[in-house]
């Protein structure tokens, strides 16, 4: 499954995103990873949530943040639940050339029983169609 939090910047997309990591490390019983671009929001999760920083992996590109997603998938099987926050900022592309991506985090999330949950700046309204399906 994979959830889209969009808004523009200061709507409180993070805030949302942190809390639902949170609240997931209390109740799921497989691991929780939380990306973003930078140690900004490291101290407001729980101890039980693996925080990593993709900006110390140099990502240049939407196709090498989707390797990287798959390699945290792959490493750990007991991964149940990934939470992305500055996805504009760490695909490095603009959003309605993404497609491909989504159609690859479907099919990694069905095929390994992991769910998403993407922050996005953006408007929900200017998103692409093919995201919009996906926005709570």
């Known amino acids: 499954m ?14 949302r995103i942190i809390d639902m ?7 799921s019983k497989h691991d929780i990873v939380f990306i973003d671009d930078d140690n900004r929001y490291m101290f407001d999760l729980r101890h039980q949530v693996r925080f990593v920083n993709a900006g110390e ?5 939407d196709q090498m943040f989707m390797g990287f997603l ?4 792959a490493q750990n099987f007991d991964v149940g639940l990934i939470l992305i926050d500055a996805f504009k900022k760490l695909i ?7 497609q491909w991506l989504f ?14 949950v993407i922050s996005i700046s953006e408007d929900p309204a200017m998103l692409p169609d093919f995201i919009k399906k996906y926005v709570i």
């Open 2 to 15: 994979i959830q889209v939090i969009a808004g523009n910047k200061g709507s409180g997309k993070t805030k």
């Open 21 to 27: 990591a949170n609240q997931a490390s209390q109740e």
């Open 57 to 61: 992996y140099s990502l240049t590109s």
């Open 70 to 73: 798959a390699g945290a998938v």
């Open 92 to 98: 490095k592309c603009e959003l309605d050339t993404t």
């Open 103 to 116: 159609d690859r985090l479907e099919a990694l999330s069905e095929k390994h029983s992991v769910d998403f």
